[in-house]
């Protein structure tokens, strides 16, 4: 039973998340459609010493959109899109990029694979790097093959991360590099899959020893960060539904690390973490069901990736419809509005008092619980129930 669905909108949301923030380049991030002057200061130079794992935690981004109290924000280059990439976006990209700073908001940029000869177009590669994102994804569900997804060989994708990342760094020396995204996967149905990524990283990294760097000694276990997307209904129907932890356990085994030391964060970086309303056993007719589980696992995912310390970064921002089919997954909604935390009530219908290190919040919207929770403020006990009944 799992979400088909999703893995392809993803792929085609991405073809509009960065032409959205180039068109807006000049307009305050916030939505209030007022330009401001269009100096772009270079981007201050940060190495991922400057910041710790677990303060990496975001949101896919939209730069007509402001989210307060979230700290990151998720864009990606053209190449994640359908249409063919012309023309360079660099310096449109590192004007946008330097809004969000102005703002004290980083960014991670997502690079994604293309096919044929134009994977190793380091015109490209060294456009995006122009940015000065904060961290890059170099490569975006790299092992699926699928109609959705561009699938790249362990060898040719061995090559296509080595020279996304000195491009990158060639820019902005020691930002964190992401080495694509793992395709949400489900602990235990696909256990088998998920032993055919680990077999795929072992042959890129063969490859990487073999030809990319002849005689070299490159070990994806300890020298990359792996990007993992999750989307599971966690949290519902109960606690004891947990896909993420699952995905972290497996992975914290396979990296050879305590998932309680506080380490995993430094290998792995959960770049999409979501939830699932279609073909995962949620019945998505069902209003409540559906807005109650999309909540949960809202939550759930937060408390796991805090709990771990694992960068996170939620998906999405805003929902969206694709065809004739409405993706309920934004913590706003398709307009760009505030949610309540029940999507299927009124506002204010339930509200939740979270305790914080400045006093008691109350919250009564998804963005804003989003931003408590990533702030460290903690739930009352009884918000399962408050939010159930």
Known sequence: MKRKFLIILATMLFSTILLVALSACQVQIGGTGQQKGTATPAATSTSSSAFRPETVLGIQGDAHISYPGIPWVRLSYPTCGSSPTTGTVGQMLKSTIQSYHNQGVR??????????????????????????????????EQMKQSTATTYVTPENFAKFF???????????????IILGAMDPLVVPDDNAKLAN?????????????ASVHPG?????????????????????????????????????????IDINSGALGKHLWVIEGTGCVKGCGIDASNARETAISHILTL??????TMKYHVPFFYFSG????????????????????????????????????????????????QEQLLAKLYSGCTLPTNYVSTLES
Request: some cysteine; glycine content about 8%; hydrophobic content about 40%.
């Open 299 to 304: 939550i759930t995912d937060v408390q796991t």
């Open 216 to 256: 070299g000694n490159w070990n994806w276990h300890s020298q990359i960060i792996l990007g993992l997307i999750d989307s599971w209904h966690n949290g519902y129907p109960n606690a004891a539904t947990n896909n993420l932890y699952q995905l972290f356990a497996f992975w914290a085994q396979q990296l050879h």
């Open 197 to 209: 990524q680990v077999q795929y990283l072992d042959a890129m990294q063969s490859a990487m020893n």
């Open 162 to 176: 080595d020279l996304c990342q000195n491009a990158m760094h060639a820019v902005r020396p020691g930002i964190p």
């Open 107 to 140: 960014v991670m940029l997502t690079y994604c694979q293309t096919g044929s000869a134009s994977l190793f177009d380091t015109n490209r590669l060294n456009d995006a790097a122009l940015g000065g994102a904060d961290a890059v994804q170099c490569g975006n």
């Open 318 to 365: 805003k929902d969206f419809v694709i065809g004739k089919t409405s993706w309920p997954l934004g913590v706003l909604n398709v307009n760009g509005h505030p949610k309540p935390l029940r999507q299927d009530l009124q506002m204010g219908a339930r509200t939740l008092a979270m305790s914080c290190s400045s006093g008691t919040t109350t919250v009564a919207d």
